[in-house]
């Protein structure tokens, strides 16, 4: 019996109590540190307004290009004597945001094309759509999100619109793949045998089996939309003006480097810090979850 | 027990499913697996009756085609007068509450994340049976008949021995009152003292509500204890069709005889004529002839050119079906 | 093989004719009039001047008739001709390509001449405090937007060494140096993601082949550990860098727009950039395409390099 179950089928199996939490813990400590940061990073963004030193927007016109720790202002101001670390913070409420959505929406579609393809798979339901999911792979995603940010013009909405599209293809993949499992599992069969739809047999045996991995993805895509929104906004084709936004930072601090650095690298680190966050706790996940990986 | 006079639960006509005859785009076209090929047989109401045959027979394919979980290739199926392979999806779906299948691996067979009272309710639930009260109650009282207690209800699957688990999907084979089940290997992964008790549970399941099994197995010692008549099957077709006591005690057909013979018993006075040797030939490119020439003992001359048909022999009482040139009056010897 | 190649590039080129469509659709379902937004800024503009272009542009032809010509003019090579200055899109991303092409070929160089050494150490000490740093480095090169790694090195060598990147692009075939000096910094920070991604899945396969009973016997005869992964693991283990490649191109294509943009180069990514400000869609298109088309290339090559050094994929692939 246990040689048969898969790694994703154990963790299925695995009660969800705190002990799990404990055991994911010990079990990848690398994994654990980035659960504590991605934790700090969500109450940051959440709370931002109550932390934060400073209003994001207001110009102190005595303090401008101030380094940090002068002037009160702990990681120094901007050319318009903007608060550095306030405007960091609030950008990590826009990135949370913006990625939150971006997953939700995008997730959304690539889940249900995923799923059905994979139910599919094999059939020319599946062929027509994965080639669809292969053309939009191709396009590479700055190029893509490039093209469609430009069309839509800049805005939060279009941005994760735009963003989506990347999400979408790779979500797919991962869903088509567990759901190709799936199906040829004997529960599925039992649920045909009892008499289900096929639609009552995607959600209620195809989803909440293929959740796992997708955690897995989910991770390490928030790091991928983090990287990217700051990219569109760096361009000038993300967030607006005034929301304060990474990618806006730094190419504000790209006039400033050598004058005031500490504008580049405050944003700069933050950005990474979180992204190499969740980088970490998708491998510690995925390490989690297969236990070939354990070495 | 088989009702005289009443039309036949279930039967099957002409039952032939090939796999993979299909020519993709880029695959080169190969000779198809002929896994069910030419079936013809009935279920009496309150019968059980055996399949047995060695795995790679298409005695698990021909269970999937007779509850129209796969679509035969050809032949037809009639469900208690209704031929369930015109059926619209609607009137199938109605149908599926009246056959049930239980599986060989009952842990695989449930959805991990479903609990007991889950997957014991899912079937009512899916046929529109009762309100939810009513449904926990009859799971409740399913799990009673299978011999379990009712704190497994909040249980999760994975949580069960292996005879627990295969009692569990009893009950929810139970749970829509069918009229038949088909047990695929039900007790083939179960341990040998585990394997009495659900073959128990199952007959006294049938002697109560008066339901027809379908039993497949691969050893002819559990079919033989638990069934009324017995299909032999090899290679997608049958060989011999009999009473259960006549397929143990005097197997007509080559094939039947070497099953009868691997079977260890403990009063060795059976000799043993006929041992099985050779693997069962690829499905994909089976054996002129009878299929069974190759590995057969007592092979006549004709039997690699001529394919035997199922044919009639011995009288009412003592009446088989037998696929074999030795008891065809009409072949040339 | 050569029915393989033939497969392969048939499918590729299938998958750029859907990444054709795709976009011409995008561009057109979008809401959003390219004629209104072309002449927004101008003041006075009148209905006449608005009809007139939308005429010199066809863009009042039915959009069966548009998507026509467009396929028609693909499949001749012709992807039309700039809204901004009317030459052909072609010529225009032709003068571009070079610059980009470079660009992606050093970084390349870059991760590959570092990530392999880096890998096979990581992996020939598995487990040391060596191997866990450069894991641990490996994940934060992952992890590091390759702008903000361009924009860290421009500063640190700035405030350090005094030492800024040349603001004036020239072209290779004038002046070498010059021209390396210039993508140097750029190749570094857009090669260090895969740098990083090679090291780290050289070193995971490295260890399964070191693992192997065939290793295990070479390892018996008293070869030297080193001498087993130059020898005859890192030959096997070529592969994960060929996947790493294919993974990767998207990401430093990607990666060149924005850093042709910081570093001043004139490529496709700054092309692309300043048509979209002017919404010169031609061009638009035209470079989507072309960066399609080289994705698909190289992932093509990808998979027959695969076929080549270990012929059982091809196997795979042609039953699948």
């Not at chain 3, 190649?5 to 390219?34: E, Q």
């Not at chain 3, 001709?81 to 660009?103: M, N, Q």
Request: charged share 15%; aromatic share 6%.
């Amino acid at each position: 019996m246990s040689i048969a179950i898969s790694g994703t089928a154990r963790a299925a199996r695995r009660p969800k109590t705190r002990s799990g939490l404990v055991r994911f813990a010990t079990e990848q400590p690398l994994g654990a540190i980035a659960l504590v940061l991605i934790t700090l990073f969500v109450v940051v963004a959440v709370l931002a307004p109550w932390i934060a030193p400073y209003d994001p927007l207001a110009q102190d016109r005595v303090n401008i290009l101030t380094p940090p720790g002068v002037g009160g202002h702990p990681a120094g101001t901007d050319e318009l004597g903007r608060d550095v670390l306030s405007r960091s913070l609030y950008g990590a409420r826009t990135s949370l945001l913006i990625a939150v959505a971006t997953l939700a929406l995008g997730g959304l579609i690539g889940l249900v094309i995923g799923v059905v393809s994979g139910y599919f798979g094999g059939t020319w339901v599946d062929s027509v759509l994965q080639r669809i999911m292969d053309a939009l792979m191709a396009i590479p995603s700055i190029v893509l999100l490039l093209f469609v940010a430009a069309l839509l013009g800049p805005s939060v909405r279009n941005t994760v619109i735009a963003l989506s599209l990347l999400v979408i293809p790779s979500i797919n993949r991962v869903a088509r793949g567990e759901m190709l499992r799936i199906r040829e599992e004997p529960y599925v069969e039992a649920a045909r045998s009892v008499g289900c739809s096929t639609p009552r047999i995607l959600v209620r045996y195809g989803l909440p089996n293929l959740m796992a991995p997708l955690f897995v993805m989910g991770s390490l895509l928030f790091a991928v939309i983090l990287i990217a929104e700051s990219a569109l906004s760096f361009l000038g084709i993300g967030t607006p003006p005034p929301t304060p936004s990474w990618g806006r930072m730094l190419s504000e601090g790209r006039s400033q480097l050598e004058i005031a650095p500490w504008m580049t690298v405050v944003p700069g680190l933050i950005l990474s810090v979180s992204v190499l966050a969740f980088n970490l706790l998708g491998d510690a996940m995925r390490d989690f979850l297969d236990p070939k990986q354990r070495r | 027990m088989i009702v005289p006079g009443a039309t036949p639960l279930v039967e099957a006509h002409g039952l032939v499913k090939h796999f993979g005859d299909g020519k993709g785009l880029f695959t080169p076209q190969r000779p198809p697996v002929r896994a069910v090929d030419g079936v013809s047989l009935t279920i009496n109401r309150g019968e059980t009756l055996g399949l047995v045959g060695e795995s790679g027979s298409g005695k698990s394919t021909l269970g999937r085609l007779i509850l129209r979980l796969i679509e035969p290739t050809s032949g037809t199926v009639t469900f208690d007068g209704q031929d369930i392979a015109t059926l619209s999806k609607s009137r199938l779906t109605q149908l599926r509450k009246r056959m049930q299948l239980v599986f060989q691996d009952p842990f695989s067979s449930f959805n991990p994340r479903m609990t007991i009272a889950q997957v014991l309710t899912e079937p009512m639930l899916v046929h529109g049976m009762g309100d939810r009260a009513s449904r926990i109650k009859r799971a409740k009282e399913l799990l009673d008949l299978v011999g379990l207690p009712s704190f497994a209800m909040e249980r999760y699957p994975h949580q069960f021995s292996g005879g627990q688990a295969q009692r569990i999907g009893i009950a929810r084979a139970l749970s829509t009152d069918p009229d038949l089940i088909v047990c695929d290997e039900a007790v083939s992964a179960l341990d040998v003292s585990v394997q009495a008790q659900v073959l128990n549970l199952l007959k006294e399941v049938q002697r109560e509500l008066g339901l027809s099994y379908l039993f497949i197995a691969h050893d002819l010692n559990v079919v033989r204890y638990i069934s009324d008549r017995v299909c032999v099957m090899y290679l997608g077709k049958l060989a011999e069709v009999a009473h259960a006591d006549d397929i143990s005690e005097r197997p007509r057909h080559p094939y039947s005889q070497a099953l009868m013979a691997s079977i260890p018993s403990p009063d060795a006075h059976h000799e043993l004529r006929t041992p099985l040797a050779g693997e069962i030939p690829s499905p994909r490119r089976p054996p002129a002839g009878c299929r069974f020439h190759p590995r057969c003992s007592q092979r006549i001359d004709g039997c690699d050119r001529d394919e035997p048909e199922l044919l009639t022999i011995g009288s009412n009482s003592e009446a088989r079906s037998v696929a074999c040139h030795l008891f065809d009056p009409t072949s040339a010897r | 093989m050569l029915l393989y190649a033939g497969r392969r590039l048939t499918y590729g080129l299938l998958v750029l004719a859907l990444v054709a469509v795709l976009v011409f659709l995008i561009i057109r379902l979008i809401p959003g009039d390219v004629v209104r937004l072309q002449l927004a800024d101008a003041p006075g503009v009148t209905q006449a001047q608005i009809d007139q272009r939308t005429a010199e542009l066809g863009l009042d032809e039915p959009i069966l008739t548009q998507f026509g010509h467009f396929v028609g003019g693909l499949l001749h090579g012709d992807l039309g001709t700039s809204f901004e200055d009317g030459r052909p899109v072609t010529t225009k991303i032709l003068e571009r390509l070079p610059a980009t092409l470079e660009l992606g070929l050093l970084a390349i160089l870059f991760g590959v001449l570092l990530g392999v050494p880096f890998g096979m150490l990581s992996a020939i000490r598995h487990h040391s405090i060596t191997d866990n740093v450069m894991r641990f480095l490996a994940v934060i090169g992952m992890s590091l937007p390759n702008f903000w790694l361009a924009l860290l090195l421009i500063t640190f060598l700035a405030l350090w060494f005094g030492w800024s990147p040349p603001l004036v692009y020239v072209s290779p075939t004038e002046d070498l140096g010059q021209n390396l000096v210039h993508m140097l910094l750029p190749a570094i920070a857009l090669g260090a993601a895969t740098m990083a991604s090679i090291a780290r899945m050289l070193r995971s396969s490295l260890l399964e082949v070191l693992g192997s009973n065939f290793i295990r016997t070479i390892r018996s005869r008293g070869a030297s550990e080193r001498v087993v992964v130059l020898k005859h693991a890192g030959r096997s283990s070529m592969i994960p860098v060929f996947t790493v490649l294919g993974l990767q191109v998207g990401h430093i294509l990607g990666g060149t727009v924005i850093l042709e943009r910081i570093f001043a180069i004139p490529g496709m990514g700054s092309l692309i950039f300043e048509a979209v400000g002017q919404r010169d869609y031609p061009v638009i298109l035209g470079c989507v395409i072309f960066y399609g088309a080289i994705f698909i290339l190289v992932n093509v090559v990808v998979d027959l390099l695969y076929a080549v050094i270990d012929p059982r994929i091809r196997y795979e692939g042609a039953t699948a």
